[in-house]
């Protein structure tokens, strides 16, 4: 007898259903106290992917409560492919939807900044441009540039000062965070991600010509939004971080 899959899988995350029918031992006997172990081994190997995932969160909840609700989060949200590594992308909307937390608002935007990280880390290798090559560039050329961006960045805007918060729970001398909206921009500059507070005007800016608009384009929107915007320090930034892989101008690619 073949055992269906659909129940193979429910059962799976699911410690109040049975073993699937058809499933046997080698010696063809129901499987059942051989299934529970299994079940148990990747409930674990799901929690050990989840503290690696999010170990903020799990710091600001405590081991126990995070325990709890990631069994929670598991048995709803099975994986989806067998690299653990990206398990947890629905993570922060089932954070979101726990009455509990909901003292907790930041809690969500923290999960997302820890994924993102995650995503970065992973993400595919590319060569920064040299600074050189963006001061050649005659001035009255600068407004029709665009901008090819590293795999690795990430940005990511809240409403609570996400790098604050993160940052105080992973770091050992960070200081407490103020409270104030943030914008994160992620970066990987060597081998690890970066995590780093940058103006939201700023990010406003890097969203826009990530997006394919020109930097001429770009300015003017963010500018007119935020009249202080200071462009000479947002591409410095940008530098800085290593985001910036290509530049196109007038279909040339530097």
Do not use: C
């Not at 560039?137 to 600068?142: F, M, Q, T, V, Y």
């Not at 540039?145 to 590293?150: G, P, Q, Y």
């Amino acid at each position: 007898m073949s055992v269906d899959q659909t129940a193979f899988a429910s059962a799976l995350l699911a410690p109040s259903h049975p073993a699937p029918d058809g499933l046997v031992d080698p010696k063809g006997r129901p499987a059942g106290k051989r299934f529970d172990v299994y079940r148990n081994n990747v409930v674990f190997s799901l929690l050990e992917a989840m503290q690696t995932a999010f170990p903020a969160i799990e710091k600001l909840l405590g081991a126990g409560l995070f325990r709890e609700i990631s069994i929670d989060f598991i048995r709803q949200s099975p994986p989806s492919t067998p690299m653990l590594m990206f398990y947890g992308a629905g993570f922060a909307e089932f954070l979101q939807g726990l009455e509990p937390l909901s003292k907790y608002p930041f809690l969500p935007d923290i999960a997302r900044l820890e994924l993102l990280r995650r995503q970065s880390y992973h993400a595919a290798d590319a060569a920064p441009i040299q600074p050189e090559a963006l001061a050649a560039i005659p001035p009255e050329k600068l407004v029709a540039l665009r901008f090819e961006f590293a795999p690795a960045m990430r940005l990511l805007t809240s409403d609570f000062p996400v790098v604050g918060i993160w940052e105080y729970n992973m770091s050992g001398n960070a200081p407490k965070p103020e409270q104030a909206p943030q914008t994160a921009l992620i970066s990987r500059p060597e081998f690890d991600p970066v995590v780093s507070a940058i103006p939201a005007a700023t990010g406003q800016f890097i969203s826009r010509m990530h997006q394919g608009e020109t930097l001429g384009t770009a300015f003017d929107t963010v500018a007119t939004q935020t009249p202080d915007f200071d462009l000479g320090t947002a591409l410095g930034l940008m530098l800085q971080t290593k985001i910036i892989t290509k530049i196109d101008l007038l279909g040339g690619v530097k």
